[in-house]
């Protein structure tokens, strides 16, 4: 007890007789720093016959954890359901048997206990993973995750890190209704010390969980979406062989008629909008992948408003005070001039989800969405000529998706 005292006494005496920080210092130790380099590959590369086989979105974040548990024994994952025989859909499936029921373990249902638990592991030299199977639970753990993560770093000065990377999951259809299918990302971005990201593809997963097992010291939250897990995409190996910082945002297409910045699911929706409009109206969509919602790529995303004169920004959220209205904020602010045509934005029905199946396929934005607006927007008319995917072609493309959870 007089050694703890002591320590106290010592503690107060310091801060008292410590001259008062510069104004220069009001943003030190915010943000972890991100490190420029890598010493080895992040990941081992297929063979050439396997290399151009399409990756599923699910076996890219199994692949990128099973080789973070193999490569580095402070990492730890857990979370509800993590060692459960469906495996958090596919992408933990028998790690517990792999690496141990001390590092791949279950938890009970006490979310804020769950982010409390990454914290003390994150102080005392751990890496983990936890898994809320839906964002909407994170609201249970935000004191812990606002007040203590997010801020660990900052209140004292730079010296503990609290490192970890905590998966969410975007519910979405088969009646998810209003407490299943939030989209937060807007919530924990708008937090300083917390960094936001939505992979939208394999590539991007590749690119950046590794990076973040290894090398990142800062606290990440990924939000996931439930329809891409089931899809397959192609992959660029050696690009994620590549040094970067993955924690930004990436140009996909390149465009010369319109700017389309998206998040997560959006991102492979403009893709396919893209494709059609090229196709039926000539129209040049430039595309870029948010990916990180709380630091955007921002000269990017000016330079293309630049060179294109109009901006759509479609998020999986709602548009108030959001992620979309942020990446307005920063065209109009600096360059309003370079706009030919007011911004528009996409999201969600600013409502709660419906369960029923007639509400929920007109509260999200969809292909035919994008497209329309897309085309008034270049065209600057009303009744532009471009033909619009019908509905069972938009639920095909998502027909491997089996439900319910």
């Known amino acids: ?216 010291k800062g ?21 994620v062989q590549k040094e970067k910082m993955p924690l930004t945002s990436r140009k996909i297409r390149e465009g010369r008629d319109v700017t389309i910045v998206a998040t997560s699911i959006m991102v492979l929706e403009a893709e396919r909008a893209a494709k059609l409009l090229a196709e039926e109206a000539g129209i040049d969509c430039e595309i870029i992948d948010l990916h990180c919602v709380s630091h955007p790529d921002r000269e990017m995303i000016l330079d293309s408003v630049k060179k294109t004169g109009r901006l759509l920004v479609a998020d999986t959220s709602w548009l108030p005070y959001g992620v979309s209205a942020e990446i307005c904020r920063l065209v109009c602010e600096r360059f309003p001039q370079a706009l030919k045509a007011p911004v528009v934005t996409m999201g969600m029905a600013l409502a709660p989800c419906p369960t029923a199946k007639s509400l929920e396929d007109i509260y999200y934005p969809n292909l035919a969405d994008l497209v329309d607006a897309t085309a008034k927007l270049v065209t600057g008319k009303e009744d532009h000529a471009v033909p619009l995917p019908d509905e069972k072609s938009m639920a095909d493309f998502y027909k491997r998706f089996k439900g319910p959870f």
């Open 1 to 216: 007890m007089p050694e703890i005292l002591d320590e106290i006494d010592e503690a107060v005496a310091f801060a008292e007789n410590s001259p008062w920080p510069d104004r220069d210092e009001l943003l030190t130790d915010v943000d972890h720093p991100d490190p420029q380099k890598t010493a080895t590959p992040v990941l081992s590369v297929p063979s050439d016959e396997d290399a151009s086989d399409p990756v599923s979105y699910r076996s890219a974040l199994f692949t990128t954890m099973r080789e973070g548990m193999k490569n580095h024994q402070n990492t730890i994952i857990f979370g509800q359901g993590v060692d459960d025989y469906k495996g958090i859909f596919g992408t933990t499936t028998d790690l517990h048997k792999e690496f141990g029921s001390d590092r791949v373990f279950d938890t009970p249902l006490a979310e804020e206990a769950m982010a409390g638990a990454a914290l003390g592991a994150a102080l005392n030299g751990l890496y983990p993973i936890q898994t809320h199977i839906r964002s909407d639970f994170m609201l249970l753990c935000t004191n812990q995750i606002i007040n203590l993560i997010a801020k660990y770093r900052y209140m004292f000065g730079g010296r503990f890190e609290t490192p970890m990377l905590i998966r969410t999951v975007v519910g979405r259809s088969w009646g998810q209704g209003a407490q299943h299918s939030q989209s937060l990302q807007s919530l924990f971005a708008h937090i300083p010390g917390l960094t936001v990201i939505m992979p939208s593809s394999p590539q991007s997963i590749l690119e950046t969980y590794p990076y973040l097992i290894r090398d990142y």
């Open 219 to 239: 606290p990440v939250i990924s939000f996931e979406h439930r329809l891409l897990y089931d899809l397959e995409f192609n992959v660029d190996w050696v690009a």
